[in-house]
C-alpha cells in the first residue's frame, strides 16, 4: 500500500477539513461556503463515505490530502507529510534532506541574531524609540549582527559555516575571511507561509545607503512571490475577511503591534501579480493603505491592476501627508482605525471624479476595468462610468485598453541590463529629467514612456525583477554609462532623436568599415 492510500485510509476527511473551515451535517454529508471562491450559499460538500470533497461552484475537488495542498498552498507531497506527522502515521517519503538542512540553518542563524540582540543596548534603545514593543520583538524574531567575526565564529561552533556561505548571506573575502551581508543592522527574519525561516532583511541603524537590504534570492527565496508578515497574518486575514497591504517591514510590525493582524507587504519590491496571487488565496478584498504623495498613487497604480486581475476587490485609504502606518499606529490609533474602516473602492473614488469632470479619471477607471476578468460585473462597472461621464456605454468599450497576456508581458526582451536597471530606477525613483540625456534602444524608450505615462502593467516583470543591490547607486552608473556624449555629434544637433539617428548613422558607417 502506497504512503497516499495509507494515509487516506487512516484519516477522517471531516476531521480533517473541519480543522480548517465550519462544516454543517446536510444528512450523510456535509456542506460549507467553499474557500477558494467567493461563496454567498454554500456550494461545497464532503463525503465521507466516498472520502472526498467537491465544490459545485468553482469546480474545484478530490482528496483530504488535496484541500490542505490547496488551503495552505503548499505541494501535494508536503500535505501528506504534514498530514502524515499530525496523525503521527509513519510513511516512507522524506522531506528533502538538503532543503530541510539549509531552512534548519537559516532558522539557526536567525535565532544566532535574535539572541544577539539581547546583547546590544543601542539597538534595543533605537527598537523602543520607534515603538517596537518587547512582545513584537518576540512575534517577528527581530535580532541584530554585531559583526562577521562574531557569526563566524559560531557557524564554526555549530559545524555549518560552509553550509552557509552557499546561501549567499555570508561572502568569503579570502581564505578564513569572511564578511556578514548583514553586519551592524538590525535583522528582520523572511518567512515564507508555512513560518520557515527563508531569507533575512537588515536595517541600517544610522541614516546611510541602502538603508535596507535583503537576502539574495535563491530556491526558497523569491522576493517577487514572498508577502512579508503573511505567516503571522494568514488567519486573521481570513477571519476577518480582508487583507491590508502596506510597504514596509516597520510598518507591518507596528500594525500587527496595534491589533491591525491582518497587515502585509511586498518584499523590498513593486508589487506584482505574484503578489496578487499569493493574497487571492486568503481573500478577496484588499485595503492598500499608502502614503497620499505622487509615489503613493503610482503604488496604488501599479498593485490595483494585479489584484483584479485575481479577483480581488480593492479599496483605497491614502495617508496624510507626512504620515505612515508604522509613524500613524503609534502616534493616531483613533485616527488610523477610521482610515481604514473609511477606505473607499477604487471604482467608487473615480466615479466620484468623473462626475467633477476629470477626464483623466475616466481614463484611470477604464484602465483598472479591463483587468476585470468577471465580464458581467465589468459590464456594471462601465455602465456606471457612462452615467457619470455622459458618455456612450459602446464607446468607452472601446476606448478600454486590452490587456496584454501574461507571456508578452514576460517575454525576454534583450535589453542590456544597463537598459534594465535603468528603467527600474525610473520607475521606482522618478528623476524623470534623466530621460533626456540617455540613448536607450527603441523597445526600452517604449517602456520608459509607459513609466512616464504610469501604465505599470505594461513595464515586463523581468524588469522589475531586475537584481540590483543597490538600486540608486546603480541607477547612477547606469544613467552614465547610457548617457549621450554630445562631443560625438555635430555642433547642429540638438535634438535627442536626430541624436539617435546620427548614433545609429555612425554605426552603420563603423560596422562596414570593419
Avoid at 79 to 96: D, M, Q
Avoid at 159 to 170: C, P
Avoid at 269 to 284: E, G, I, P, R, W
Avoid at 355 to 362: A, H, I, P, Q
Wanted: glycine share 6%.
Amino acid at each position: 500500500m502506497s504512503d497516499r492510500e495509507d494515509i487516506l485510509k487512516k484519516i477522517d476527511i471531516v476531521d480533517v477539513i473541519s480543522s480548517y473551515i465550519d462544516l454543517k451535517r446536510v444528512g450523510s454529508n456535509y456542506s460549507a461556503r467553499c474557500p477558494f471562491h467567493p461563496d454567498d450559499t454554500p456550494s461545497f460538500f464532503v463525503s465521507p463515505s466516498k472520502g472526498i470533497f467537491k465544490c459545485f461552484g468553482c469546480g474545484v475537488g478530490g482528496d483530504a490530502i488535496k484541500f490542505v495542498s490547496l488551503y495552505e498552498n503548499i505541494s501535494y507531497s508536503e500535505a501528506l507529510i504534514k498530514l502524515a506527522k499530525r496523525y503521527n502515521i509513519p510513511i516512507k517519503v522524506k522531506e528533502s534532506k538538503r532543503s530541510t538542512k539549509v531552512l534548519q540553518i537559516l532558522e539557526l542563524v536567525a535565532s544566532y541574531y535574535h539572541n544577539a540582540l539581547e546583547n546590544a543596548p543601542k539597538v534595543i534603545d533605537y527598537l523602543k524609540s520607534r515603538g517596537v514593543s518587547s512582545k513584537s520583538v518576540q512575534n517577528f524574531m527581530l535580532g541584530y549582527s554585531p559583526s562577521s567575526e562574531d557569526l563566524v565564529s559560531f557557524l564554526k561552533k555549530e559545524g555549518v559555516l560552509d553550509a552557509y556561505e552557499k546561501t549567499g548571506n555570508l561572502i568569503k573575502l579570502d581564505e578564513g575571511v569572511y564578511r556578514d551581508l548583514f553586519a551592524g543592522r538590525i535583522i528582520i527574519p523572511i518567512r515564507d507561509e508555512k513560518g520557515n525561516c527563508i531569507a533575512f532583511g537588515g536595517r541600517l541603524l544610522q541614516e546611510g545607503h541602502p538603508k535596507y537590504i535583503n537576502s539574495p534570492e535563491s530556491e526558497f527565496f523569491k522576493k517577487r512571490s514572498v508577502v512579508f508578515g503573511l505567516h503571522q497574518a494568514r488567519e486573521y486575514i481570513k477571519e476577518m475577511g480582508f487583507v491590508v497591504v502596506v510597504e514596509g517591514y516597520f510598518d507591518v510590525i507596528s500594525m500587527h503591534q496595534e491589533g491591525y493582524k491582518n497587515t502585509v507587504a511586498p518584499l523590498g519590491t513593486a508589487f506584482s501579480q505574484d503578489h496578487a496571487k499569493v493574497l487571492s488565496k486568503y481573500t478577496k478584498n484588499a485595503v492598500l493603505l499608502f502614503d497620499g504623495d505622487n509615489a503613493g498613487k503610482k503604488a496604488v497604480k501599479l498593485a490595483t491592476p494585479y489584484l483584479l486581475f485575481q479577483g480581488v476587490n480593492v479599496k483605497v485609504a491614502y495617508l496624510p501627508e507626512g504620515e505612515d502606518p508604522d509613524t500613524m499606529a503609534r502616534k493616531d490609533k483613533e485616527g488610523l482605525r477610521t482610515l481604514i474602516q473609511n477606505a473607499q473602492d477604487i471604482f467608487q473614488i473615480l466615479i466620484e471624479e468623473i462626475k467633477e469632470g476629470k477626464s483623466s479619471s475616466l481614463k484611470d477607471f477604464l484602465y483598472y476595468a479591463s483587468f476585470v476578468k468577471d465580464k458581467v460585473y465589468q459590464h456594471e462597472l462601465i455602465k456606471l462610468a457612462s452615467s457619470a461621464s455622459g458618455l456612450p456605454v459602446s464607446l468607452l468599450y472601446e476606448q478600454m485598453p486590452k490587456v496584454q497576456k501574461v507571456e508578452e508581458q514576460e517575454e525576454t526582451l534583450g535589453l542590456t541590463y544597463n537598459e534594465k536597471v535603468f528603467l527600474l530606477g525610473l520607475m521606482r525613483l522618478g528623476r524623470e529629467e534623466y530621460l533626456k540625456e540617455v540613448l536607450l534602444s527603441p523597445k526600452a524608450m517604449q517602456i520608459a514612456e509607459y513609466i512616464l505615462a504610469g501604465d505599470y502593467h505594461m513595464v515586463p516583470e523581468d524588469i522589475k525583477n531586475t537584481k540590483v543591490y543597490d538600486l540608486e547607486s546603480a541607477f547612477e552608473t547606469s544613467y552614465h554609462l547610457l548617457k549621450i556624449d554630445k562631443s560625438h555629434f555635430s555642433q547642429s544637433t540638438k535634438d535627442i532623436k536626430k541624436m539617435r539617428e546620427e548614433k545609429d548613422r555612425y554605426i552603420v558607417r563603423f560596422r562596414r568599415r570593419k
